[in-house]
Protein backbone atom coordinates (compact mmCIF):
# COMPACT_ATOMS: atom_id res chain seq x y z
CA UNK A 1 0.00 0.00 0.00
CA UNK A 2 1.57 3.30 -0.87
CA UNK A 3 -0.45 6.46 0.86
CA UNK A 4 -0.04 10.03 0.80
CA UNK A 5 -0.77 10.73 3.90
CA UNK A 6 1.98 9.57 5.44
CA UNK A 7 3.34 12.69 7.79
CA UNK A 8 6.59 13.81 7.70
CA UNK A 9 7.96 12.78 10.44
CA UNK A 10 7.31 9.31 9.72
CA UNK A 11 8.53 9.36 6.20
CA UNK A 12 11.84 10.92 7.83
CA UNK A 13 12.50 8.01 10.45
CA UNK A 14 11.52 5.65 7.43
CA UNK A 15 15.79 5.63 6.42
CA UNK A 16 16.34 5.53 10.01
CA UNK A 17 14.73 2.18 10.04
CA UNK A 18 15.65 0.78 6.74
CA UNK A 19 19.55 1.99 7.39
CA UNK A 20 19.34 -0.79 10.78
CA UNK A 21 17.42 -3.37 9.18
CA UNK A 22 19.67 -3.22 6.50
CA UNK A 23 22.44 -3.85 8.65
CA UNK A 24 20.10 -6.84 10.23
CA UNK A 25 20.05 -8.29 6.61
CA UNK A 26 23.87 -8.47 6.26
CA UNK A 27 23.81 -10.06 9.18
CA UNK A 28 21.51 -12.64 8.14
CA UNK A 29 19.03 -11.72 11.37
CA UNK A 30 15.58 -12.96 9.68
CA UNK A 31 13.18 -11.12 12.31
CA UNK A 32 13.23 -7.86 14.77
CA UNK A 33 10.87 -7.14 17.46
CA UNK A 34 9.83 -3.58 17.66
CA UNK A 35 11.34 -3.41 21.14
CA UNK A 36 14.47 -4.15 19.76
CA UNK A 37 14.69 -1.92 16.87
CA UNK A 38 13.14 0.95 19.63
CA UNK A 39 16.67 0.60 21.94
CA UNK A 40 18.97 0.69 18.56
CA UNK A 41 17.15 3.42 17.18
CA UNK A 42 15.99 5.50 20.62
CA UNK A 43 12.93 5.18 19.51
CA UNK A 44 9.49 4.58 21.53
CA UNK A 45 8.57 0.73 20.12
CA UNK A 46 4.95 2.02 20.48
CA UNK A 47 5.77 4.59 17.77
CA UNK A 48 7.88 2.02 15.50
CA UNK A 49 4.47 -0.11 15.74
CA UNK A 50 2.53 2.89 14.40
CA UNK A 51 4.52 4.19 12.36
CA UNK A 52 5.01 0.35 10.53
CA UNK A 53 1.04 -0.13 10.85
CA UNK A 54 0.55 2.86 7.93
CA UNK A 55 2.20 -0.19 5.51
CA UNK A 56 -0.29 -3.25 6.74
CA UNK A 57 0.11 -5.57 9.61
CA UNK A 58 2.51 -7.36 8.94
CA UNK A 59 4.28 -7.39 12.26
CA UNK A 60 3.58 -11.16 14.02
CA UNK A 61 3.04 -11.14 18.16
CA UNK A 62 6.05 -13.38 19.66
CA UNK A 63 8.06 -13.27 16.45
CA UNK A 64 8.49 -9.52 15.22
CA UNK A 65 8.96 -8.24 11.99
CA UNK A 66 10.31 -10.34 8.78
CA UNK A 67 13.24 -7.77 8.03
CA UNK A 68 13.42 -8.91 4.60
CA UNK A 69 9.87 -8.14 4.26
CA UNK A 70 9.66 -5.27 5.56
CA UNK A 71 12.71 -4.31 3.93
CA UNK A 72 11.01 -4.56 0.93
CA UNK A 73 8.05 -2.76 2.28
CA UNK A 74 10.01 0.49 3.50
CA UNK A 75 11.95 0.48 -0.15
CA UNK A 76 8.84 0.84 -1.68
CA UNK A 77 7.33 3.38 0.01
CA UNK A 78 10.30 5.23 -0.20
CA UNK A 79 10.50 4.49 -4.11
CA UNK A 80 13.63 2.81 -3.42
CA UNK A 81 12.85 -0.17 -5.40
CA UNK A 82 13.78 1.88 -8.94
CA UNK A 83 17.17 3.32 -9.44
CA UNK A 84 16.40 7.15 -8.82
CA UNK A 85 18.94 9.15 -10.82
CA UNK A 86 20.61 12.22 -8.71
CA UNK A 87 22.13 15.44 -10.47
CA UNK A 88 24.35 16.97 -8.53
CA UNK A 89 25.68 20.91 -9.30
CA UNK A 90 28.38 22.67 -8.30
CA UNK A 91 31.43 20.62 -8.57
CA UNK A 92 33.24 22.59 -5.83
CA UNK A 93 34.72 20.91 -2.27
CA UNK A 94 31.41 19.58 -1.12
CA UNK A 95 30.57 18.28 -4.20
CA UNK A 96 33.35 16.52 -5.29
CA UNK A 97 32.97 15.21 -1.68
CA UNK A 98 29.11 14.42 -2.38
CA UNK A 99 30.17 13.15 -5.64
CA UNK A 100 33.10 10.61 -4.40
CA UNK A 101 30.65 9.40 -1.36
CA UNK A 102 28.88 7.01 -2.49
CA UNK A 103 25.93 5.84 0.12
CA UNK A 104 23.44 6.69 -2.88
CA UNK A 105 24.55 3.59 -4.38
CA UNK A 106 23.24 1.17 -1.53
CA UNK A 107 19.93 2.96 -1.45
CA UNK A 108 19.31 2.83 -5.13
CA UNK A 109 20.02 6.74 -5.34
CA UNK A 110 22.43 7.45 -7.89
CA UNK A 111 24.34 10.45 -9.04
CA UNK A 112 24.60 10.23 -12.81
CA UNK A 113 25.69 13.47 -13.58
CA UNK A 114 27.83 16.64 -12.58
CA UNK A 115 27.53 19.92 -13.49
CA UNK A 116 29.81 23.45 -12.83
CA UNK A 117 29.45 26.67 -14.69
CA UNK A 118 33.20 27.18 -14.44
CA UNK A 119 34.77 26.14 -17.73
CA UNK A 120 38.37 24.99 -16.44
CA UNK A 121 36.25 22.40 -14.51
CA UNK A 122 34.14 21.03 -17.34
CA UNK A 123 35.89 18.16 -18.73
CA UNK A 124 37.17 16.89 -15.17
CA UNK A 125 36.41 13.46 -13.59
CA UNK A 126 34.85 13.16 -10.79
CA UNK A 127 33.79 9.55 -9.29
CA UNK A 128 34.52 8.47 -13.30
CA UNK A 129 31.85 11.10 -14.04
CA UNK A 130 32.61 14.07 -16.45
CA UNK A 131 31.96 17.35 -15.21
CA UNK A 132 29.21 18.71 -17.40
CA UNK A 133 28.58 22.34 -18.37
CA UNK A 134 25.35 23.86 -17.91
CA UNK A 135 24.27 24.18 -21.11
CA UNK A 136 23.95 20.57 -21.04
CA UNK A 137 21.83 20.36 -18.10
CA UNK A 138 18.30 20.10 -19.48
CA UNK A 139 18.95 17.73 -22.41
CA UNK A 140 20.87 14.97 -19.70
CA UNK A 141 18.01 15.89 -16.81
CA UNK A 142 15.53 14.23 -19.51
CA UNK A 143 17.76 11.81 -21.08
CA UNK A 144 18.39 10.19 -18.06
CA UNK A 145 15.32 10.13 -16.37
CA UNK A 146 16.95 12.56 -13.48
CA UNK A 147 14.34 13.22 -10.91
CA UNK A 148 16.38 14.47 -7.66
CA UNK A 149 18.77 17.72 -8.06
CA UNK A 150 21.62 18.46 -5.44
CA UNK A 151 22.73 21.90 -5.15
CA UNK A 152 26.35 22.45 -3.92
CA UNK A 153 27.05 25.97 -5.50
CA UNK A 154 27.53 29.52 -3.67
CA UNK A 155 24.45 30.86 -1.92
CA UNK A 156 24.19 33.59 -4.48
CA UNK A 157 23.84 31.41 -7.13
CA UNK A 158 21.83 29.03 -5.73
CA UNK A 159 18.29 30.11 -6.56
CA UNK A 160 19.33 30.71 -10.43
CA UNK A 161 20.22 26.97 -10.48
CA UNK A 162 17.11 25.91 -8.40
CA UNK A 163 15.12 27.48 -11.63
CA UNK A 164 17.16 26.03 -14.44
CA UNK A 165 16.28 22.44 -12.29
CA UNK A 166 13.07 23.48 -12.08
CA UNK A 167 12.57 24.27 -15.63
CA UNK A 168 14.48 20.67 -16.49
CA UNK A 169 11.71 18.74 -15.09
CA UNK A 170 13.24 17.95 -11.26
CA UNK A 171 10.72 17.31 -8.64
CA UNK A 172 12.68 17.07 -5.43
CA UNK A 173 15.79 19.17 -4.87
CA UNK A 174 18.62 18.81 -2.02
CA UNK A 175 19.71 22.60 -1.03
CA UNK A 176 23.27 22.93 0.90
CA UNK A 177 23.37 26.38 -0.09
CA UNK A 178 22.37 28.42 2.69
CA UNK A 179 19.59 30.08 1.06
CA UNK A 180 15.31 29.06 1.44
CA UNK A 181 14.62 28.89 -2.22
CA UNK A 182 11.66 29.43 -3.86
CA UNK A 183 10.41 27.06 -6.04
CA UNK A 184 6.87 25.84 -7.20
CA UNK A 185 4.75 23.90 -4.70
CA UNK A 186 5.32 20.71 -6.18
CA UNK A 187 8.95 20.55 -6.17
CA UNK A 188 9.84 19.51 -2.65
CA UNK A 189 12.88 20.78 -1.24
CA UNK A 190 15.13 19.74 1.89
CA UNK A 191 17.90 22.23 3.31
CA UNK A 192 21.16 19.92 4.59
CA UNK A 193 22.41 22.29 6.62
CA UNK A 194 25.66 22.14 8.10
CA UNK A 195 26.05 25.57 9.78
CA UNK A 196 22.67 26.31 11.69
CA UNK A 197 23.66 22.62 13.05
CA UNK A 198 26.92 23.39 14.27
CA UNK A 199 25.39 26.64 15.93
CA UNK A 200 23.02 25.13 17.78
CA UNK A 201 24.80 22.29 18.49
CA UNK A 202 26.99 24.78 19.75
CA UNK A 203 24.25 26.27 22.61
CA UNK A 204 23.64 22.81 24.00
CA UNK A 205 27.19 22.58 25.20
CA UNK A 206 26.28 24.99 28.51
CA UNK A 207 22.43 24.04 27.99
CA UNK A 208 23.27 20.49 28.01
CA UNK A 209 25.54 21.52 31.84
CA UNK A 210 22.46 23.05 32.98
CA UNK A 211 20.24 20.59 32.17
CA UNK A 212 22.73 18.02 33.81
CA UNK A 213 22.70 20.33 36.98
CA UNK A 214 18.94 21.09 36.89
CA UNK A 215 18.74 16.66 36.47
CA UNK A 216 21.02 16.51 39.88
CA UNK A 217 18.88 19.16 41.60
CA UNK A 218 15.48 17.21 40.99
CA UNK A 219 17.61 13.96 42.19
CA UNK A 220 18.62 15.35 45.07
CA UNK A 221 15.34 16.87 45.98
CA UNK A 222 13.61 13.87 45.72
CA UNK A 223 16.13 12.03 47.67
CA UNK A 224 15.51 14.18 50.27
N1 LIG B 1 25.08 22.70 4.07
C1 LIG B 1 26.26 22.34 4.43
O1 LIG B 1 26.43 21.48 5.27
C2 LIG B 1 27.39 23.02 3.77
C3 LIG B 1 28.72 22.78 4.13
C4 LIG B 1 29.69 23.42 3.42
C5 LIG B 1 29.32 24.28 2.39
N2 LIG B 1 28.02 24.52 2.13
C6 LIG B 1 27.56 25.35 1.05
O2 LIG B 1 27.68 24.57 -0.15
C7 LIG B 1 27.99 25.43 -1.22
C8 LIG B 1 29.28 24.97 -1.86
O3 LIG B 1 30.36 25.10 -0.97
P1 LIG B 1 31.83 24.71 -1.46
O4 LIG B 1 32.70 24.89 -0.30
O5 LIG B 1 31.79 23.39 -2.15
O6 LIG B 1 32.09 25.87 -2.55
P2 LIG B 1 33.09 25.86 -3.77
O7 LIG B 1 33.34 27.28 -4.11
O8 LIG B 1 34.25 24.96 -3.52
O9 LIG B 1 32.22 25.19 -4.94
C9 LIG B 1 31.14 25.81 -5.58
C10 LIG B 1 31.11 25.32 -7.02
O10 LIG B 1 29.95 25.83 -7.65
C11 LIG B 1 30.30 26.24 -8.96
N3 LIG B 1 29.32 27.24 -9.39
C12 LIG B 1 29.23 28.53 -9.03
N4 LIG B 1 28.16 29.10 -9.60
C13 LIG B 1 27.57 28.15 -10.35
C14 LIG B 1 26.43 28.12 -11.17
N5 LIG B 1 25.65 29.21 -11.34
N6 LIG B 1 26.11 27.00 -11.81
C15 LIG B 1 26.87 25.88 -11.65
N7 LIG B 1 27.97 25.83 -10.88
C16 LIG B 1 28.31 26.95 -10.23
C17 LIG B 1 31.70 26.79 -8.82
O11 LIG B 1 32.37 26.84 -10.06
C18 LIG B 1 32.31 25.80 -7.85
O12 LIG B 1 32.91 24.71 -8.51
C19 LIG B 1 28.03 26.84 -0.64
O13 LIG B 1 26.76 27.43 -0.79
C20 LIG B 1 28.31 26.60 0.83
O14 LIG B 1 27.82 27.66 1.64
C21 LIG B 1 27.08 23.88 2.78
Redesign the pocket.
Known amino acids: MKSDKISEAVVRRLPIYLRYLSGLQRREVATVSSQELGQKLDLNPAQIRKDLAYFGDFGRKGIGYDVAYLIEKIRHILNLDQQINVVL ?9 LSNYNMYLKENLKIVAV ?4 GP ?1 VGTLINSLKVQP ?1 EELSTTIQQHNIRIGI ?5 H ?2 Q ?2 AD ?1 LVEAGIGAIL ?5 ILRTPANVRVH ?5 T ?1 MISLAYYLDNGKEDLDDAKQSNTEVDH
Request: net charge negative; aromatic share 12%.
Open positions: IGAGNLGQAFDAYKMITVPEEAQVKNFAPIAADFTD
